[in-house]
């Protein structure tokens, strides 16, 4: 597989798919990718991702989703000059993948939640096209960081101010990793 960057195809005429995919590999991880739709209206969200993955992967004849972040979940659903089969499960699936199907094959892909902030939907998408993940879709989102108002305290009693302007992290302020865990411990 190979990762198609976020202006590979359109969702809607100039909206970016936002899709990664994992790299081939020798050893398939738990998950093939991520894909971060932009709404949770699955008839209007799928066809892009299919007709995407269609021209990459082949031809997607069915998915599987778990109802618990779909609210509808339609029996067909049009994409490009055929039809794409969906269904559900409640619990054999997690809430948090979609599974797509074409002719023999199987993606596996992290669904990050369409309200997500842009940094940490990054960070999930990173993680769960990383070929060495082995972490089940939840598990992945699980790891979402507490959020703050206002400034960050820092272990040294300075404060610290993040911002985000919208470019993959830059003008964040690093924090070692052995400052945060000292802050943490300390604070419990």
Same mark, same amino acid.
């Given at each position: ?9 359109? *969702? ?124 089940? *879709? ?7 960081? *507490? ?7 820092r272990p040294d009693g300075a404060a610290a101010t993040a911002r985000f302007d ?23």
């Amino acid at each position: 597989m190979k990762a198609i960057p976020d202006r590979a195809a359109p *969702a809607v005429p100039g909206r970016p798919l936002r899709l990664l995919l994992a790299p081939e590999r020798r050893k398939p991880g738990r998950l093939d990718g991520a894909w971060w739709p932009r709404s949770n209206d699955l008839l209007r969200e799928l066809p892009a991702l299919a007709a995407a993955l269609d021209a990459r992967w082949g031809r997607v004849t069915r998915i599987t989703v778990n109802p618990a972040q779909w609210p509808v979940v339609p029996r067909r659903v049009p994409v490009a000059c055929h039809v794409v089969h969906a269904g559900w499960y409640t619990t054999e699936q997690d809430k948090h993948m979609v599974m797509l199907c074409s002719y023999g094959r199987r993606l596996d892909l992290l669904v990050v939640p369409p309200q997500t902030d842009p940094v940490d939907a990054d960070r999930f998408m990173a993680e769960a096209s990383d070929p060495r993940n082995t972490r089940a *879709a939840s598990d992945v989102l699980a790891r979402e960081p *507490a959020r703050r108002e206002g400034p960050r305290p820092r272990p040294d009693g300075a404060a610290a101010t993040a911002r985000f302007d919208g470019t993959r992290g830059a003008g964040r302020r690093a924090v070692p990793r052995r400052q945060r865990a000292a802050y943490w411990t300390a604070q419990r």
